[in-house]
């Protein structure tokens, strides 16, 4: 691991750079790859010291050797250690205190889906973990390099899980790593999905109006269940590693 000047004294918890090297093979497996582009942070308990990885690194290339530790002013972007976008993660951390860990990431699908102006929907039970949080935002400013753009996305994204970038790709944040990128994971299989449900005819998935609110909330209190995403981040690290 890399660390930024301030911090070197600081003591990483064990356990939280394990799921920073899992989170990102787990991303990598799942085709979220985005070459010398795309994040996955944690913010170090409650401090404003983050990890991140060693810019120009894609997911599958992170090893616990390319971890990075970095304060919430960013110095070791401005040497080139971390990627300068990771202000709006910054801007995240700062405006939800809950968030614990951020994913940024292009995947194709989610871009597709993103570019048909389509709006997110769940269209099988495991995507019913993100039901009514989900958001969209679908400006346009640029490479993100401060906390000005990047407070436009927590704005936006609000109290939800997902913020759906047009034409961009995907920010999923949990109160963990593995709550982000279980996340970030089920949101681009529901995207596979309704692409190709919408190749074949209209799109049918949960309907507010047939199904009974109750029936949809209580799916989706028992998939946020942490024994249920802990489950689901066990099976997905076994596969990452095949």
């Not at 039901?131 to 927590?154: L, M, P, Q, S, T």
Request: proline residues 3%; contains cysteine.
């Amino acid at each position: 691991m890399q660390l930024g000047a301030p911090a070197d004294k600081m003591k990483i918890p064990p356990t939280l750079m394990e799921d920073m090297v899992t989170g990102f093979a787990i991303l990598a497996a799942d085709g979220q790859d985005s070459g010398i582009a795309g994040h996955l942070t944690a913010r170090v308990e409650e401090s404003e010291y983050l990890l991140g990885h060693r810019y120009g690194l894609a997911f599958g290339e992170v090893g616990e050797d390319a971890v990075c530790l970095t304060d919430f002013s960013l110095a070791e972007a401005k040497t080139g250690i971390v990627s300068p976008s990771l202000a709006f993660h910054v801007a995240m951390y700062k405006a939800r205190p809950d968030i614990g860990a951020i994913v940024h990431s292009h995947p194709e699908k989610v871009i597709a889906l993103g570019a048909t102006g389509a709006k997110f929907e769940p269209v099988f039970q495991s995507a019913l973990m993100l039901w009514n949080d989900v958001h969209h935002y679908d400006g346009y400013d640029g490479i993100v390099e401060g906390e000005k753009e990047g407070a436009k996305f927590a704005q936006k994204l609000g109290n939800a899980k997902i913020l759906l970038l047009k034409n961009h790709g995907l920010i999923a944040v949990g109160k963990s790593v593995q709550h982000a990128v279980c996340a970030s994971v089920i949101f681009h299989q529901n995207c596979r999905i309704q692409l190709d449900s919408m190749k074949a005819g209209k799109v049918s998935g949960f309907d507010n109006k047939k199904i009974k609110a109750d029936a949809l909330q209580s799916a989706y209190e028992f998939l946020n269940r942490e024994s249920v995403i802990q489950m689901r981040w066990r099976q997905l690290a076994r596969g990452a590693r095949h």
